[in-house]
């Protein structure tokens, strides 16, 4: 069984905000791959399905950001779960907006659903960080993070979402290779080969040994031997 894990804020209000994308992740992938209805348990949303051949637990904390920890901490005593069963998906500054980066362990970065994980179950689980860009002064986070992605970022963020989704199926069988490459056919697919170059007009052989001369006859010249 694994435990896939989003990281956002409760309610509506909170919904469409990019300090929201783990919640955004799960939903997609629990609406592609019909899991079950989400329910209230663990302070948190849950809902259960497969991917591949593996049970899958996806759980929307509900406590707010900074108290993710303790949603994540009681479903994993629960279903009697490991840190190497437990894949975050979250927010990540440090990422280019539409960037995906998947990472075993590490240190929160500050990120405040992190730090709260890091103190419930230690910092060995697995992440996978969903880039938004940064807003270039560490005084203005708070405000960046907890705005809607604006409508310029819908192409590239319903082409993230539905590359995690495709690839969640190796993400849960703990081939991260795999799941990147399903993200990336997504954000950057490969160019079609059913373009046809352009075929240019044949031109007159020339006889071996003949360079191209350059025409250095006068426009008198030129109208006198029109008539010869």
């Not at 707010?64 to 069963?85: C, I």
């Not at 103190?119 to 880039?131: E, N, P, Q």
């Not at 807003?135 to 960046?144: E, S, T």
Request: proline share 6%; charged share 20%; hydrophobic share 40%.
């Amino acid at each position: 069984m694994k435990l896939f894990v989003g990281l956002g804020n409760p309610g509506g209000k909170y919904a469409r905000n990019r300090h929201n994308i783990g919640f955004m992740a799960l939903d997609q992938i629990a609406s592609d791959h019909g899991f079950s209805p989400w329910k209230s348990k663990f302070q948190a949303q849950l809902c259960e399905g497969m991917l591949g051949g593996a049970k899958v637990l996806l759980l929307k904390p509900q406590t707010f950001m900074n108290l993710s920890g303790q949603s994540v901490g009681e479903a994993m005593r629960f279903y009697k779960l490991t840190v190497d069963d437990v894949m975050v998906l979250h927010d990540e500054l440090d990422l280019a907006p539409g960037k995906c980066r998947v990472k075993q362990g590490g240190g929160h970065a500050g990120h405040n659903g992190l730090r709260s994980i890091h103190s419930h179950i230690g910092a060995d689980y697995g992440r996978v960080r969903l880039g938004i860009g940064h807003p270039g002064h560490k005084d203005a986070v708070a405000g960046y993070v907890l705005r809607d992605f604006p409508k310029a970022d819908e192409v590239w963020l319903d082409d993230l979402m539905r590359g995690i989704s495709d690839g969640a199926a190796s993400l849960a069988a703990g081939d991260g290779g795999r799941f990147m490459n399903a993200v990336a056919l997504r954000i950057a697919p490969p160019r079609s080969s059913t373009s046809k170059p352009k075929v240019q007009a044949p031109q007159a052989a020339k006889p071996e040994g003949v360079a191209d001369q350059p025409d250095q006859q006068s426009p008198l010249q030129k109208l006198l031997g029109k008539f010869k």
